[in-house]
């Protein structure tokens, strides 16, 4: 199998974003967001989705994070549709259940071609740190959206905001690792369509 690597750019007036990716990596990072909460979070999207993750980002902070989290998503989205290439001898689908203390997230993935979001994260408060856990949201919807992917993301229970973000995206990171991973037993694109 060739490299499935991706180096994406992603310029604005609001955003300058840049992403590379190695779907076949060991979990190594390196973020230059200025996002704290959301580096930490990427960091175990890649470490236990066993991606090598660089992640450069800087835009309009000023006004709020919102631009600049989306555009993140938007942009590893692109980078793992071109990692993935035409998606043949993946598994597809990825599933995970993560705990953390109280909390509990699920994760399930499709490389269906398609974007799609469900999202079932709830917090009971509106900041970890200083990030605003709405934008949660807005990273996975514009990371599906340019994935070409089919997300569901739920919390099953949790009282703590950080462990909630923390078990569902260490969740989103496994299920991602199993559904891009190679399978022997796959000859071709795993679809009776014959094209994902």
Known sequence: M????????????ETQIRVEINLDGAGRTRFSTGIAFLEHMLDQVARHGLLDLVIEGKG??????????EDIGITFGQALDQALGDKSGVRRYGHAYVPL?????RAVVDLSGRPGLEYGLEFPRA???E???????EFFQGFVNHAKVTVHLDNLRGRNAHHIAETAFKAFGRALRMAVEPDPRVTG??????AL
């Not at 060739?2 to 007036?13: D, L």
């Open 189 to 194: 694109i795993p679809s009776t369509k014959g």
């Open 101 to 105: 203390d109280e909390a509990l997230s």
């Open 131 to 137: 990030f605003d856990v709405d934008l949660f949201r």
């Open 60 to 69: 309009d902070a000023h006004i709020d994070h919102h631009h600049l989290v």
């Open 127 to 129: 900041r970890v740190a």
């Open 2 to 13: 060739s490299a499935r690597t991706a180096t994406v750019s992603r310029n604005t007036q």
